[in-house]
């Protein structure tokens, strides 16, 4: 059975600081999503990442993916408040018959001023 | 059109009643996702139809009941469901077996 770890689960940061975000997997897959959501809200996809070694980068987030290590984060630079939110990894255990997504727990992000 | 719509946003039922979520896009995505969702917690899927046909049920209650009528439209009926399937009903599509597009969710409340 896949298990899907993320962590930490709660993060408070300051606004300005770094941080990184860690999902970590139990079984191969060279695929692997990230996503956000607001309180109440639905997912919004933010990164797609589909081989190893892919890194991909949207403002102050930048995601990458190490397959070998099943290994995802989710790295953030210069916080800022809008990006208070809940951070969801998730693996797909790719069927012909569409995708099969497992979610990480989710990070529930704070960034104080 | 590059999204998925569901309706309605809220519904709040009771343990006999029997109401229907309704899910549409209109993507040509050929597969299509329903997840519940509790509060604080990941996404859980609970169904997958791929070209119109049920390819996954992940052993959800047989009150659940999907129901593909066609390429673009997902539905799930709900019967006699207990106060514990409270939840956020999230609705999905993909063009095949990657990235999934989430709709908005409808919100129930089963008293």
């Known amino acids: 059975e896949l298990k899907v770890e993320q962590n930490p689960l709660f993060l408070s940061m300051q606004e300005g600081k770094n941080y990184t975000i860690y999902c970590n997997y139990s079984?191969?897959?060279?695929?692997l999503y990230w996503y956000r959501q607001d309180p109440g809200k639905s997912l919004e996809s933010l990164f797609v990442?589909?081989?190893?070694?892919a890194v991909k980068q949207e403002g102050r987030l930048m995601a990458s993916l190490d397959t070998k290590a099943r290994l995802s984060t989710l790295h953030i630079t210069a916080a800022v408040h809008d990006l208070s939110a809940t951070y969801f990894c998730?693996?797909?255990?790719?069927?012909?018959?569409?995708?099969?997504?497992?979610f990480g727990e989710g990070t529930q992000l704070t960034v104080n001023p | 059109d590059t999204e998925v719509t569901q309706t309605p946003k809220h519904l709040v039922m009771g343990m006999t009643n029997k109401k229907s979520l309704k899910c549409e896009q209109h993507?040509?995505?050929?597969?299509m996702y329903w997840y519940k969702q509790k509060a604080k917690k990941p996404p859980e899927l609970m169904f997958v139809?791929?070209?119109?046909?049920?390819?996954i049920n992940e052993s959800v209650p047989s009150r659940f009941s999907p129901e593909c009528p066609n390429s673009s439209l997902l539905n799930l009926h709900l019967h006699a469901l207990q106060p514990e399937d409270s939840a956020l009903y999230l609705c999905?599509?993909?063009?095949?077996?990657?990235?999934?597009?989430f709709g908005p969710g409808t919100r129930l409340t089963v008293l």
């Open positions: 998730a693996v797909d255990m790719q069927k012909t018959s569409g995708s099969r997504l497992t």
């Open positions: 990442l589909l081989s190893n070694g």
């Open positions: 999905a599509s993909s063009p095949g077996d990657n990235e999934q597009f």
């Open positions: 079984t191969t897959s060279d695929r």
């Open positions: 139809y791929s070209y119109e046909k049920l390819s």
């Open positions: 993507m040509g995505h050929r597969a």
